[in-house]
C-alpha cells in the first residue's frame, strides 16, 4: 500500500511537471507584430467561486493584464485542483507554478518569520491588524522570501479565527478539553490548541467538511465566512468568537517568474496586488455579516461571544517562549504592540 501510495505521488508529480513544462514553453506568446510578447503567468488556489478570495484573484488577474496592457495574463486554477496549499508552495517554490495564494501558516513552513501570524491575540482588533499590514516591515518581509525562492506581492485579509465545533458551545477553555480539533498544519497552531485544552488535529482544508461529518474530527477554527463558502454550517452548529488569531492570506510569486518581468511588468504586479486587497477587505467586512446571517438563519447555527481573557492567560506561555527562542519574532511583535 505504501508503495502505491508512492508511485502514485511520483506519477502526479512527472505529469504536473510535464504540464507545466509544456504551458511554459508556450508562457511566451508572440502577437500579431511579430515583436511585442505576451507573458502567462500561471495561479493556483484552493477556493471555489463562493469565497472572497477566489473573487480577488479573478479582480487581480483583470487588474494586471489591464495595467500591462496585456503584456502579461494571468492563468488561474481553482478548487485545489493542483494540491494543498502546503505541495503548491513547494510547486510555486520550484518554479512550476508561477504563483499562488496561500495561509500565513504555511508560508510560515518556509519562513519562520510568518509564524508571528500564528501567535495568539498578538492584534487587539481588525484595525490594528490592517495598519500594521500596510507598514514597511510587512514590504520588507515579502522582500526577504526572496532567500527561498519565493516574492511577497500582497495579503488578503481571513479574519479572526475562532473555534466552531459539532455541537459542543466553547464558552471558556475548559469546554474544549478532550476535543479534537482541526488545526493548520505549523507547529504555532499545534502548540495553541494543546495550552488551551484540546486535541490539535492537522489536516487539510478540503478535509474539514466530511471530518466533522463522520466524527473524525469534533471541530476546528477559522472565520464565519467558512460556515457558508465551504458549507461547514451543514455540519458545525456552534460558533464561538475566541478570535484567537488573524492569519492573513498572502499572494505570493515565484521569485524566478518575478525576475523575468521588467520592471514596469513588476511594478503593475504591485499595484494590482494592492487595489485587488483594498476591495477584498471592503468585501470581506460585508461577507463576514451576511455569513453569519446566512449561518443563522438557514443553518441553525448558534453564535456566542466568550469571554477572551482565560484564553489568553492559556496562551501566554507560547508568546514568551517565541519571543525568548527568535529574535526577529520579539522584534515583530514589539512593533505591533507599540501601534496605537
Known amino acids: 500500500m505504501k508503495l502505491y501510495s508512492i508511485k502514485r505521488g511520483l506519477l502526479i508529480s512527472t505529469l504536473l511537471l510535464a504540464f507545466f513544462f509544456l504551458n511554459a514553453c508556450s508562457a511566451t506568446e508572440n502577437v500579431a507584430s511579430g515583436q511585442e510578447q505576451t507573458t502567462t503567468l500561471t495561479l493556483a488556489h484552493i477556493h471555489n467561486e463562493a469565497s472572497p478570495v ?68 498578538v492584534f487587539r482588533d481588525d484595525a490594528h491588524f490592517r495598519q500594521f499590514m500596510e507598514t514597511d516591515t510587512v514590504s520588507q518581509m515579502y522582500e526577504d522570501l526572496e532567500e527561498v ?15 466552531y465545533t459539532a455541537d459542543t458551545k466553547i464558552e471558556t477553555p475548559e469546554d474544549l478539553r478532550g476535543l479534537k480539533i482541526r488545526v493548520m498544519n505549523n507547529v504555532t497552531a499545534i502548540d495553541m490548541v494543546e495550552l488551551l485544552g484540546a486535541s490539535p488535529t492537522p489536516m487539510g482544508a478540503t478535509e474539514i467538511y466530511t471530518s466533522l461529518q463522520q466524527g473524525i474530527i ?16 451543514e455540519v458545525a452548529k456552534q460558533f464561538s468568537f475566541d478570535e484567537h488569531t488573524r492569519i492573513p492570506d498572502f499572494l505570493i510569486m515565484s521569485d524566478a517568474a518575478w525576475n523575468k518581468l521588467d520592471a514596469t511588468e513588476q511594478q503593475a504586479l504591485v499595484e494590482a496586488g494592492q487595489e485587488s486587497t ?25 453564535f456566542s461571544n466568550p ?14 517562549e517565541q519571543r525568548e527562542a527568535n529574535h526577529a519574532i520579539d522584534a515583530l511583535l514589539k512593533e505591533i504592540e507599540a501601534i496605537e
Open 278 to 302: 483594498e476591495a477584498h477587505n471592503e468585501r470581506w467586512d460585508q461577507m463576514i455579516e451576511d455569513s453569519m446571517a446566512q449561518a443563522e438563519e438557514e443553518m441553525g447555527v448558534e
Open 54 to 121: 477566489y473573487q480577488s484573484l479573478e479582480e487581480f488577474a483583470e487588474k494586471v493584464e489591464k495595467k500591462t496592457n496585456g503584456s502579461v495574463n494571468i492563468k488561474i486554477y481553482t478548487d485545489g485542483v493542483l494540491g494543498e496549499e502546503t505541495k503548491v508552495m513547494e510547486l510555486v517554490q520550484n518554479g512550476v507554478i508561477d504563483m499562488t495564494k496561500v495561509n500565513g501558516g504555511v508560508i510560515s513552513q518556509f519562513d519562520e518569520t510568518f509564524s508571528v501570524f500564528s501567535l495568539p491575540y
Open 149 to 163: 525562492q519565493l516574492r511577497g506581492i500582497t495579503f488578503y485579509d481571513a479574519g479572526a479565527r475562532s473555534f
Open 307 to 320: 469571554d477572551q481573557a482565560p484564553f489568553r492567560a492559556l496562551v501566554e506561555p507560547l508568546l514568551k
Open 218 to 233: 469534533d471541530g476546528a477554527e477559522s472565520s464565519p465566512i467558512a460556515l457558508t463558502d465551504a458549507n461547514h454550517g
